[in-house]
């Protein structure tokens, strides 16, 4: 019976990690199983939440830096290493302990960032599913370079995959195009395939239609599920009625001010911009940003988070009132849902990228780093839902590019028109695939008969 069925979910300890995950949990709890979301003490400690999720109960692991976090490890090198040996005995004894107390874990559903997870689980007899938190196309990309079928540095310039579109090289991930720039964080992102062939199953945050050649080819290799898009229910199929939001929040959204000021704007003219929760954005590429705004006949809501707003021009806010809002942080979902936003200017994390597919909202695409300049390839030329906005010989994206940019997706014109009802298209296909019977929702059934049976 699914109901004495427990599962663990076991997402990297970041934002964009987390999310993803704790709602897969969501539809897992729905049909029966009994889900548990284990994160680090320090993460659950730095947690903010306005709807605690009640179907989801919540454990932790030590990630070596109880403390601090990241922060405390002092390089990526260090936090990774030490997650990898603390966490792996501090999972085991997490497992034990709920076995011990009368509630044993029958899987363990964890992040394909942590590999390590796969070999505690085997080592204790518990099935196990990974999680891939990026799109089908990126982790086809990294898997080709995990069994050196893509040799890096990556020579010549054009790369042809099975099922990808034909990539250029600096369309690549950046820790393959720019390689040896985050050591720590490349071996990470290609461990993900070191051991992956020993999980019972294979999951991933996108939906059949979204990815239809590459799913097919990675099916050949895997037992594969694509599970997504993971947006809350309420902004996609609306099933889960209780299932409003991702339910935990490391930053603070200043929702009141947001919605109340876009609800004072006119239908599709605003911009949204936001570049996630990690991106560091320089001072010049700031100042680019903010002059192009301005140089549009659009308002703007402008996330810059806390440690950014420095890199603000002088006087800027003060300048755009009018105009513009900036905010520390935001309530994205609702934000995208809004009728006054006609545009989202994102760094093209793929969390941001697929809740922009969900609720039909097209894009200009800036990309900073690791997969965000293959999704921004996709953005453009695979699901035509936006367009990029190309870097100049110094790496950065000049005012005249992003006004250009913006005013063709939210003023209209051929181009922006076909680009608006490309995002529509794709909303409607992102629904249906998690609506009952969608291919998403047939493979999230699937796996839960056979974690029951």
Known sequence: MANGTHVLVLPFPGQGHINPMLQFASPLASKGLKTTLVTTVFIFKSIYSDHPIASTSFRTISDGFDEGGFAQAKSPDIYLSTFKSVGSQSLASLI??????????????????????????????????????????????????????LKVPVEGSRIWLPGLPELKIWELPSLIYHHGSYPAWFDTIVNQFSNIDEADWVLVNSFYELEKEVVDWMSKIWKLGTIGPTIPSMYLDRRLKHNEDYGLQLL???????????????????????????????????????????????YFLWVVREPEEPKLPDNFKHMTREKGLIVRWCPQLEVLKHGSVGCFVSHCGYNSVLEALGLGVPMVAMPQWA???????????????G?????????????????????????????????KKNSIKWKNLAIKAADHGGSSDKNIDEFVAKITS
């Not at 076995?99 to 997870?117: E, R």
């Not at 190309?390 to 939210?410: A, F, H, P, S, Y």
């Open 96 to 149: 034990k302990e709920l076995g011990d107390s009368g509630i044993p874990v029958h899987a363990v559903i964890y992040d394909g960032f942590m590999a390590w997870a796969l070999d505690i689980a085997k080592q204790l007899g518990i099935r196990a599913a990974v999680f891939l938190t990026q799109s089908c196309a990126v982790n086809s990309i990294h898997y080709h370079v995990s069994r050196g079928l």
């Open 252 to 298: 603070h959204p200043n929702t009141s001010a947001c919605m109340r000021w876009l609800n004072t704007k006119p239908n599709g003219s605003v911009v949204y911009v936001s570049f996630g929760s990690l991106a560091e954005v320089g001072v010049e590429q700031m100042a680019e940003i903010a002059w192009g705004l301005i140089g549009t006949n659009a």
């Open 371 to 385: 997969d965000q300049a293959t999704n921004a390839k996709h953005v453009e030329d695979v699901w035509g839902v």
């Open 387 to 419: 367009v990029r906005a190309l870097v100049d010989e110094k790496g950065i994206v000049r005012r005249e590019t992003i006004k250009q940019c913006i005013n063709e997706v939210i003023m209209g014109g051929k181009r922006g028109n076909e680009i």
